[in-house]
């Protein structure tokens, strides 16, 4: 699916995404496939997403971003990744987003993790190379508190209908699942295409 949005043009790949939601996880394998066949910088924004906690009225609170994910205002306890948006803000400072993130989704997925379990997001971290006293510093003090919330603010500027997204260049596609709606995205836009992509397609 495919809404335009009338923002100021990123030079770089935005990815609308929270832990909590498995299409986030599954859209992975098509972004490092992007990465290594096109010339562009991707992005990930933490979105805050709560499918399972309930809102004081007892509502489950939806999909898009609104008045209850103001920064200033939202709680531990209604969003469940959290921390774990928090760290991964820390990782990315030190050149291993990708890394936690991949760990940590695989971690939830694949193994059953709770994300809230503060042991475990701090031992990914020191499996992808990163100190666990370290990590359990950066979440105590919430030392990634404010940058975790300007990609909040991002994700209330972009409005989302659903996450994944993917924008560029103010085109927002929702959920691109397969390979080539990525692509035809990057096609739109006149991305450049790494060269030795050509090459080897060419050969």
């Not at 100021?8 to 996880?25: A, G, H, K, N, R």
């Not at 906690?53 to 920064?71: C, H, K, M, S, V």
């Not at 940058?147 to 994700?155: A, E, I, P, Q, V």
């Not at 927002?172 to 080897?200: A, C, D, S």
């Amino acid at each position: 699916m495919i809404n335009d949005v009338s923002i100021t043009d990123y030079q770089s790949v935005e990815v609308f995404s929270d832990y909590t939601w498995p299409y986030c996880y599954t859209i992975t394998g098509g972004i490092e496939r992007l990465k290594k066949e096109y010339d562009i910088e991707v992005r990930w924004i933490a979105y805050p997403l709560n499918p399972y906690y309930p809102d004081q009225e007892g509502q489950i609170l939806g999909f898009a971003p609104d008045a209850a994910y103001n920064p200033k205002t939202i709680t531990q306890k209604t969003n469940k990744s959290r921390f774990a948006q928090e760290l991964t803000k820390w990782a990315e400072s030190n050149d291993k987003g990708d890394d936690f993130r991949n760990t940590l989704f695989k971690a939830l997925y694949v193994q059953g993790k709770d994300i809230r379990d503060i042991p475990m997001l701090c031992a990914l971290a020191e499996s992808v190379g990163l100190s666990f006293v370290e990590a359990e510093k950066v979440l105590k003090t919430k030392a990634f508190r404010n940058t975790l919330n300007s990609d909040w603010l991002r994700s209330l500027e972009v409005d989302p209908e659903y996450v994944p997204s993917v924008l560029l260049d103010g085109e927002l596609l929702v959920n691109p699942q397969q390979y080539e709606l990525l692509k035809q995205l990057m096609v739109r836009h006149n991305v450049t295409r790494r060269q030795w992509i050509g090459q080897f397609i060419n050969k």
